[in-house]
């Protein structure tokens, strides 16, 4: 059993166009996250919420905005893409803060 | 900038040798926490060590961790091709609500 999914795994599209990206994870953790990784690797803090709560909305465009429905579940929705989207994007979640975090598989994002 | 930084950014050894690969860091922690990630996958977990913890084993792995010189290592014993990944220190620093990740040490295992 995969114990954090998102999908799509890989996503094309053009820019000026509106996606979605779904996670879910079945561990029965509190907190979950989107991470972007850029072509350096370099992993940065998108959202985290805890709990269906957002705690932590780093600096980014409000063209993503995160939802939570419920504790299993984190979708990301970007509006309006542009080519610098273009990106890894990781959901993980994690019983504790900040530790132990377990990593979806990522959505290769292609903005062309 | 607060993020770890890990030394060497490149290794490629032979299947059997040791790696080391080293984080080091400027800010306070509570913890920190090392990842592997495999080409195209997502990162792993692999060992968490508290600031007032030196050494932890897992395994084949080993972490040391000296807050006085802010640094950690990480030892993968007796590697193999399967050991071929990015490896990244990642520090729990402040109240709680972030993870500084490092840049990664592509590691390379040659068979």
């Known amino acids: 059993d995969t114990a954090v999914s998102q999908t799509p795994k890989y996503l094309v599209t053009q820019m000026g166009n509106d996606k979605s990206i779904k996670c879910e994870q079945n561990?029965?953790?509190?907190?979950m996250y989107w991470y972007k990784q850029d072509s350096k690797k370099f992993l940065k803090i998108m959202f985290s919420?805890?709990?269906?709560?957002?705690?932590i909305n780093e600096t980014v465009p409000n063209r993503f905005s995160p939802k939570s429905p419920d504790k299993a579940h984190l979708n990301l929705h970007i509006n309006s893409l542009e080519l610098g989207d273009s990106a890894v994007y990781f959901c993980?979640?994690?019983?504790?803060?900040?530790?132990?975090?377990?990593f979806g598989s990522g959505t290769q994002l292609s903005v062309l | 900038s607060q993020q770890g930084e890990e030394d060497p950014q490149a290794l490629s050894i032979q299947e059997g040798e040791n790696a080391t690969m080293n984080c080091s860091y400027k800010?306070?922690?509570?913890?920190l926490q090392w990842y592997r990630q495999n080409s195209g996958r997502g990162l792993v977990h692999l060992i968490l060590?508290?600031?007032n913890e030196r050494e932890k084993h897992s395994g084949r792995l080993r972490v040391t961790l000296d807050t006085s010189k802010k640094s950690s290592s990480l030892l993968i014993t007796a590697s193999r091709a399967a050991d071929t990944a990015s490896y990244f220190c990642?520090?729990?620093?402040?109240?709680?609500?972030?993870?500084?990740w490092g840049l990664g040490t592509s590691l390379a295992v040659n068979p």
């Open positions: 990642a520090l729990n620093a402040g109240n709680n609500r972030k993870l500084i």
């Open positions: 993980a979640s994690s019983q504790e803060p900040f530790e132990k975090l377990f």
């Open positions: 800010t306070s922690i509570n913890n």
């Open positions: 060590i508290r600031s």
């Open positions: 561990l029965g953790h509190d907190t």
């Open positions: 919420y805890n709990n269906k709560e957002l705690i």
